[in-house]
């Protein structure tokens, strides 16, 4: 099982920036998919963005223009560039790893990293 850690979370104004970072414990080529989620208190999470293994990337409507995913595959990481932040970002930003197997996909997630975006 992979270990995924999540750092970068933290609090900031509106407008501001923030930098989040997953790193695997192994290569990140193993995986089919990597990707960042948010989840509000009471919700489901729901997809941030993503990044394929071909390099890849799809965002949510909502962060479109403004969230960057990107990896560095020689330190086995997956950021996540957040600028023009707005409180409703305010969430926990999970990173998630998907791997394709003969038993269908496996996801693996980090603890989560709290992101808090004041008005």
């Known amino acids: 099982q992979v270990q995924l850690v999540e750092s970068g979370g933290g609090l900031v104004q509106a407008g501001g920036s923030l930098r989040l970072s997953c790193a695997a414990s192994?290569?990140?080529?193993?995986?089919?998919?990597m990707g960042w989620y948010r989840q509000y208190p009471g919700k489901q999470r729901e997809s941030v963005a993503g990044?394929?293994?071909?390099?890849?990337?799809n965002y949510a409507d909502s962060v479109k223009g403004r969230f960057t995913i990107s990896r560095d595959i020689a330190k086995n990481t997956v950021s996540l560039q957040m600028i023009s932040l707005k409180p409703e970002d305010t969430a926990v930003y999970y990173c998630?790893?998907?791997?394709?197997?003969?038993?269908?996909?496996?996801?693996?997630w980090g603890q989560g990293t709290p992101v808090t975006v004041s008005s």
């Open positions: 998630a790893a998907d791997r394709f197997s003969a038993k269908g996909l496996e996801r693996s």
């Open positions: 192994e290569t990140i080529f193993n995986f089919n998919a």
């Open positions: 990044i394929t293994r071909s390099g890849i990337t």
